[in-house]
């Protein structure tokens, strides 16, 4: 008897919902940790959707990463099977795109972690420093060594709270050809001054970004090495974040 789950059927923190697997479907107990470290595991392997097929993975000019621009046109989500023995793979569907081999799953095995003999989900506390990856073909990975860490449950979880933090606004503007530096901060200039009329002081609530070379597409990507010295457009963004719902209405 085995399961196959993929990221579209999580409703609920994905980490958590292997092992509930592992529970109500396939008679784990819940003190069983050493195989519900397992299907944590999967969870965290799979929880950043097509990251373990290469999202992430490709690093032109690197070797090991170089990942063609083609084969991530299919890229597929990852999914897992859970054995009834405990056994876990990630696969993904045959025939995708994408890469799914031991670099990807080492990679996504560390994102976003910071004790790898600690690691926090709502279930348990992983220790996956003896993790290891068996590739089975090249659309199935096994993995081995996933242990309840030295202390196994949590003593607290992150709990997100909406918290009230004011009203943004923004705005955007493209400049182009000669010294367009210039106008955008001449833009910015006039943004704050007029802000500052209505509301003096508002001023530090305003932060502002001249961003982007190219972005208006003015030259050719085949001559980005001649952007530096020749016609160049860029793009000035302006933020606020107010306390005031007419303050941001009013800076837009």
Not at 63 to 92: M, T, W
């Amino acid at each position: 008897m085995s399961l196959t789950y993929t990221r579209s059927h999580w409703a609920f923190d994905g980490r958590c919902l292997y092992s509930c697997s592992q529970v109500y479907e396939l008679g784990c107990n819940w003190d069983d940790l050493e195989q519900l470290a397992q299907g944590t595991l999967a969870g965290h392997l799979l929880e950043c959707g097509g990251q373990l097929t290469g999202g992430f993975f490709m690093h032109p000019g690197d070797k090991h990463r170089d990942i063609s621009f083609q084969c991530l046109l299919n890229l597929p989500l990852s999914y897992a099977e859970i054995s009834y023995q405990g056994e876990i793979c990630v696969a993904k569907a045959d025939g995708s795109g994408g890469v799914l081999n031991f670099g990807t799953c080492a990679q996504q095995l560390l994102y976003e972690i910071t004790d790898p003999s600690a690691y926090i989900t709502p279930d348990m506390v992983l220790d996956m420093r003896d993790v290891t990856f068996k590739p089975l073909s090249s659309t199935k990975i096994l993995y081995t060594g996933a242990k309840p860490s030295t202390i196994s449950t949590p003593e607290k979880i992150l709990q997100l709270v909406p918290k009230e933090s004011g009203w943004k606004g923004w705005g955007e503007i493209s400049y182009g050809g000669y010294e367009c530096v210039k106008r955008a901060r001449a833009a910015e200039y006039l943004v704050r001054c007029w802000m500052e009329e209505s509301y003096p002081g508002i001023n530090s609530r305003i932060i502002s970004y001249i961003i982007g070379l190219d972005s208006l597409k003015a030259v050719s990507s085949d001559s980005i090495t001649s952007i530096a010295v020749g016609c160049r457009d860029i793009r000035l963004r302006v933020d606020g974040l107010f306390e005031a719902e007419e303050h941001a209405i009013k800076f837009v």
